[in-house]
């Protein structure tokens, strides 16, 4: 990349041009191994040129990087959303609904990504991006547990067998729903999800 300064990213003009990118590699994906892809065959496939290209991305890791870096970030303004939601509402910390409302907001922002995440979730296609989606969902299940037994007994689970037993199921019941073309609306998966998991989220002696 040269010294040039990088673009303003808060510039509605550099979010297209990043979409437009984002899109073509994502396409390209799609049709061909990653190891075949290059920044000719995005640039052209975007409808820009190589150097518009370089003015965002030093290459073709770097802009899966940065990619995962801006997926990451709306992941998380999705599920912030969610919990931000729940504070209007003063949801208590105990009701399913807490964890559904949460959750509900993640599955709509990879339905309006579908085509991204059923390649780098259901195929795997980008090692790097899987891992740092599965790292974050770990983390979000790991604090919504903590929260969820602050101020109860011990649960009768342990917190961390809790953690993995839920990554698992909602990881793998996204990847299905999503190599079966999204059958259900996120609202219903989600209500439906909590309804499979109720005993996790008890205190021991309630179950």
Do not use: C
């Not at 219903?188 to 996790?200: E, S």
């Amino acid at each position: 990349m040269t010294a040039r300064s990088r673009p303003n990213e808060a510039d509605p003009r550099v979010q297209r041009t990043r979409e437009l990118i984002r899109n073509a590699f994502v396409d390209l994906l799609e049709e061909m191994d990653l190891e075949k892809i290059t920044v000719n065959r995005i640039a052209e496939r975007a409808k820009i040129n190589r150097v518009t290209f370089y003015l965002h991305y030093r290459d073709i890791p770097d802009m899966i990087d940065k990619i995962a870096d801006d997926i990451m970030k709306e992941m998380k303004e999705a599920l912030e959303k969610g919990e931000a939601e729940l504070e209007m509402r003063k949801t208590d910390i105990s009701d399913d609904r807490t964890h559904s409302t949460v959750f509900v907001r993640m599955l709509e922002y990879i339905e309006r990504n579908a085509k991204l995440f059923k390649l780098m979730l259901a195929t795997k296609r980008v090692p790097a991006f899987t891992d740092r989606f599965h790292r974050m969902t770990i983390e979000q299940l790991s604090a919504r547990i903590e929260q969820r037994f602050a101020n109860q007994s011990a649960p009768s689970v342990p917190a961390d067998i809790s953690t993995w037993y839920l990554y698992s199921a909602h990881i793998g019941t996204i990847v299905i729903w999503l190599q079966h073309d999204m059958p259900y609306r996120p609202q219903y998966l989600a209500d439906q999800m909590m309804r499979l998991t109720p005993r996790l989220w008890q205190p021991e002696g309630e179950i």
